[in-house]
């Protein structure tokens, strides 16, 4: 089987945990897109992890995880999460895989990304990770792949600073690089999980533009991340918060406002710790935004829901959940694509029962509290999709499967 995970938020919701806990199950791990700008965290017997561009699976022993042909990367950032890995005593050598056709991040993009980003009349709030410009030069075709460093006209066509900033990489560059495509071939009777990073509302196409990352972040660009056709995609799992986060600029009708919810954006950011992994910048934070998600999962064929931070509302009486919008007072049918329409919605909020008992050590669907279950049961009614997986902790261990994301449909 082939199965993708996405994100079907605005990113951070929980991706790398479920990437971890399939891997266990598929033969290979293959990241589709995006770039250092992501950040991906999975927590091991107590034990923490950060990623950015390795993908989460490698933490299975005797897994094989490839940096797939939509991605641009960072070589700097890519060893100095092998070298990490290294230190913990995470074996990765022979299993690190990367395309020869991503592109490659040079450090004067990132001064390119943050200056262009400055000086736009509404910022976008980019990671500055030179992200966006190694796409648009990908665009412009005027980018360079992991391939094009050994290439002897390429390399004389750039910059002195460029090739004294890569040459230290290229042996160990040379030893990694795969023809991704053949690969996926090879093992196209095998359980391959592809990954995905940010999330479906920062989309190019798909999410809230201009307020997106630069890559192809839906489930379309598994196929040509793996270069493979998108009929081979067996299911696609959606990765949702129990609420709803945002980081960076951009339109986010249901979050907490002060007047309306009091401090409970500060509460569910501290419980969640919700802080962005690659930069560190607090999220904004809001009620479950259902009419985004039902978007998402209609417009990624999403067949199957994992349901992630359901222990941050532990103990909270009453939740509210966003059904729709207002703009300009008429209710809104669907998901605009409008930026500027969707940052004048007002949320119409729905209030359902919270939940007293934790439900941190269930590992059951029937041991979660009623309210809880009828929550999961809502958002399932709403969108149209079965929450297959719920996370109820951030460690491994913490998940409750419903359904297994590679039985065979």
């Given amino acids: 089987m082939k199965v993708v995970v996405i994100g079907a938020q605005w990113g951070d919701e929980g991706k790398g945990k479920l990437v971890d806990f399939l891997a266990e199950k598929a033969d290979l791990v293959l990241r589709y897109s995006g770039g250092a700008n992501a950040g991906h965290t999975v927590v091991v017997e107590g034990r923490m992890y950060k990623f950015h561009l390795v993908p989460s699976g490698v933490l299975n022993p005797g897994k094989t995880v490839v940096l797939g042909i939509g991605m641009v990367v960072d070589l700097a950032t890519l060893f100095e999460e092998l070298a990490q890995l290294e230190q913990v005593g995470v074996s990765w050598q022979g299993r690190v895989l990367l395309s020869d056709r991503a592109h490659v991040v040079l450090p004067r993009y990132k001064q390119m990304d943050q200056a262009r980003d400055r000086a736009r009349a509404s910022p976008l709030g980019t990671t500055g990770r030179g992200i966006g410009i190694t796409y648009a030069l990908k665009a412009f075709r005027e980018g360079v792949r992991v391939v094009d460093l050994f290439d002897a006209g390429v390399w004389r066509s750039l910059e002195p600073e460029d090739r004294t900033y890569l040459e230290p990489y290229l042996e160990r560059v040379r030893s990694l690089m795969v023809d991704v495509s053949a690969l996926v071939y090879e093992n196209r009777g095998r359980n391959i999980l592809l990954e995905g990073a940010q999330g479906t509302l920062l989309d190019l196409d798909l ?39 945002r ?46 998600l039902r978007y998402a999962c209609r417009s990624n ?24 919008y207002r703009i300009d007072g008429r209710l809104a049918s669907g998901f605009p694509a409008s930026a500027e329409a969707l940052d004048r919605a007002e949320p119409v909020l729905e209030a359902v029962s919270g939940w007293s008992a934790p439900v941190k050590g269930c590992r059951r669907f029937p041991d979660l509290p009623q309210e809880a279950r009828d929550y999961i049961r809502y958002i399932e009614e709403y969108s149209g999709v079965s929450v297959d997986v719920v996370s109820v902790g951030p460690n491994r261990s913490e998940t409750i499967v419903r359904r297994d994301p590679w039985t065979p449909s």
């Fill in 301 to 324: 064929g999403i067949g199957s829901l994992c349901l992630t931070k359901m222990d941050v509302y532990d103990g909270m009486p009453e939740l509210k959940v966003c059904t729709g």
């Fill in 207 to 245: 999410g809230t533009y201009p307020f997106v990352s630069s890559g192809t972040s839906c489930a379309a660009g598994a196929a040509i991340g793996a270069g493979m056709g998108p009929q081979e995609i067996d299911r696609v799992v959606g990765v949702c918060k129990a609420y709803s986060t």
């Fill in 247 to 292: 980081v960076g600029n951009g339109p986010f009708p249901s979050r907490f406002t002060a007047e309306r919810d009091g401090d409970l954006e500060e509460r569910i950011r501290e419980i969640g710790k919700e802080y962005g992994v690659t930069t560190g910048r607090p999220r904004r934070c809001g009620y479950l935004d259902l009419p985004a």
